[in-house]
């Protein structure tokens, strides 16, 4: 799992994949102020919280890798994708090989152009080869992929942005 900080801040930045958080056990997520800001933590087990005669389904009792319990609010923490999840927002009911080569195909020549480019075309693809390249785990770049073909977005390095 990418805990670099980098990763955590493109996580933070992508609002499409973090409301769609559900949280569930075996999650990773990062808490976003106070002593612990920063901290990643595993989300080992999920209750709802009470207080007093109501159930406030936005507050859950988190446990944690470290064995501690959180009652928060999910939105207090940047959800952490790993990587089964990342795929699940992508063409859910192809094979895995099938959406593996999607995901090649992506990585080289996003637009189609195909093995013999116009000169226009091939610059194009030189820039994209240059954007792929700065994701530096598989983490980064299949966020990088959800971003592009669900929402449309690119990383400018500081956030998301229309592509």
Excluded at 48 to 62: N, Q, R
Excluded at 110 to 125: D, I, N, T
Aim: net charge negative; with cysteine; charged share 25%.
């Amino acid at each position: 799992m990418d805990t670099s900080k980098i990763n955590i801040k493109m996580c933070e930045k992508a609002t499409g994949v973090q409301t769609s958080w559900e949280p569930e056990e075996g999650d990773y997520a990062v808490y976003k102020g106070g002593l612990k800001s920063g901290v990643v933590i595993l989300v080992a087990h999920l209750q709802p919280s009470g207080v007093g005669d109501f159930m406030l389904p936005e507050y859950t009792e988190i446990t944690t890798n470290f064995n501690r319990v959180f009652s928060a609010r999910p939105s207090k923490y940047i959800w952490m994708p790993r990587q089964d999840q990342l795929w699940k927002f992508v063409d859910k009911d192809d094979s895995c090989l099938s959406r593996m080569g999607v995901f090649a195909r992506w990585c080289e020549d996003p637009w189609g152009f195909g093995s013999m480019p116009f000169p226009k075309q091939l610059e194009l693809l030189t820039q994209w080869s240059e954007y792929i390249d700065i994701f530096t785990t598989i983490e980064q770049l299949l966020l990088a992929y959800v971003e592009h073909t669900k929402f449309n977005k690119v990383w400018n390095g500081e956030d998301w942005e229309k592509a």
